[in-house]
Structure formats: C-alpha cells, structure tokens
C-alpha cells in the first residue's frame, strides 16, 4: 500500500501546528480516486487535481466529522489514526476502477491532505448497486 501527504496537505498541517494560526476544521472529506494504481499514489507535488473521482452515478465525497477520528496508536515505524467507517452512497452507474482513496477540506473543492490506496492494494470496480465502505486510516511514519 502506498501512501502520500503531498506539499499542499503538509502546507495545511504545519499552519496549525507549530504555528496555530487557523481555525481547526470541523470536518474533512473523504473521496474515491481512479487514477494511478491499486499500490501507487502520486507524489508530493501532486494536488487534488491529480487525483480524479468517479462522476455521476450517485457518486458524493462522505463528510468525517472531526470527533469521528480515534486517538493516536501506535504503528510500525510512526503512529496512526483510524475514523469510523464511511459508506458512500449505492452506486446507480459505474464509477470505474477505484484504487484508493483521499481526505480533503472541501466538500467539492479544497486542497487535498492525505491519499491512500487501500491496505490490501486491490482495485474495486464499481458498477451500479454497489456500495463502497471505507475505514479511513491515516499514518505518519519516523
């Protein structure tokens, strides 16, 4: 499984902390991508743009509630946060081949913080009637 906080969501990350100048969101949200593969992501000067979601079809980024994120465990190398599971909508057309997943400050537009693919780096294709559930899980590593 790859990965990536890009340049823009380190950007967003180091304004709070050490620096504590911005409001601290309520939420965040997660969407789908169906770009790159089942076991990459892009690079840190990739940005929300690089990473494009299914459309139509039913297809909406899910809110996470900011209370919804666990507290910090640890993990190997570094230490991580898991939120509660996110169903998205039942699909009423094809959204393509889904590789992964990201969080962003927008509900449809916005900077994007952090991209994944999924832990056991396999691809889902989703047709009509079907339904995705992700447990997001975010990880800084040493």
């Known amino acids: ?14 304004a709070f902390f050490p620096r ?7 939420n965040s949200w997660i969407a789908v991508f169906t770009s790159w ?3 990459t992501v892009g690079t840190n000067t990739d940005t929300r743009a690089n990473y494009p ?8 980024r899910q809110t996470i509630a900011s209370s919804s994120w666990g507290s910090a465990t ?7 946060m898991t939120a509660g599971q996110v169903t998205f909508a039942t699909a009423t057309a094809s959204w393509g081949t ?3 997943f990201t969080l962003a400050n ?15 780096t396999t691809a889902v294709a989703i047709q009509s009637n079907d ?7 975010i990880q800084y590593n040493q």
């Open 106 to 120: 927008g509900l449809t537009t916005g900077s994007l913080y952090f991209a994944a693919n999924f832990d056991d």
């Open 1 to 14: 499984m790859a990965e990536i906080w890009p340049d823009e969501g380190l950007d967003q990350v180091l």
């Open 131 to 137: 339904v995705i559930k992700i447990t997001p899980t």
């Open 20 to 26: 504590a100048n911005l409001a601290l969101p309520a």
């Open 53 to 60: 979601e299914p459309s139509g079809g039913a297809y909406a």
């Open 37 to 39: 593969t089942a076991s």
């Open 98 to 100: 889904i590789n992964g």
């Open 74 to 80: 640890g993990a190997t190398g570094g230490r991580k």
